[in-house]
């Protein structure tokens, strides 16, 4: 089982930028994947973001040209850099993994076996 720890959460004004990181406890090898995911109140978790051990990389039509996801494998880190923040991207946001395994739709829930606890992004107008 692999420990994700977010961080980076805050809050921003639209139009704002942040970035959000992932540490990762276990080295990961093989073929995995790993994605960004967010949850406002009242709705469902929703995929943002996700990256593979191929490097493609899958996003939300919601966050196109204003996220972008990356990962520094040296670190052990998965990161999220936003910008152009819009107050509908307020929500707790995860990092998820699935290692050994890989993603065919990279941003459903049900792909991803391991979760951390989240980091809170608010984007005030």
């Known amino acids: 089982q692999v420990q994700l720890k977010e961080s980076g959460g805050g809050s921003v004004q639209a139009g704002g930028s942040l970035r959000l990181s992932c540490a990762v406890s276990d080295d990961i090898y093989g073929d995995y994947c790993m994605g960004w995911f967010r949850q406002a109140p009242g709705k469902e978790r929703e995929g943002v973001a996700g990256i593979d051990s191929d490097g493609t990389t899958r996003y939300a039509d919601s966050v196109k040209g204003r996220f972008t996801i990356s990962q520094d494998n040296a670190k052990n880190t998965l990161s999220l850099q936003m910008n152009s923040l819009k107050p509908e991207d307020t929500a707790m946001y995860y990092c998820?993994?699935?290692?050994?395994?890989?993603?065919?739709?990279?941003?459903?829930?049900?792909?991803?076996?391991?979760w951390g606890q989240g980091t809170q992004v608010t984007v005030s107008s």
């Open positions: 998820a993994a699935v290692s050994p395994g890989w993603c065919r739709w990279y941003l459903l829930p049900y792909e991803y076996n391991d």
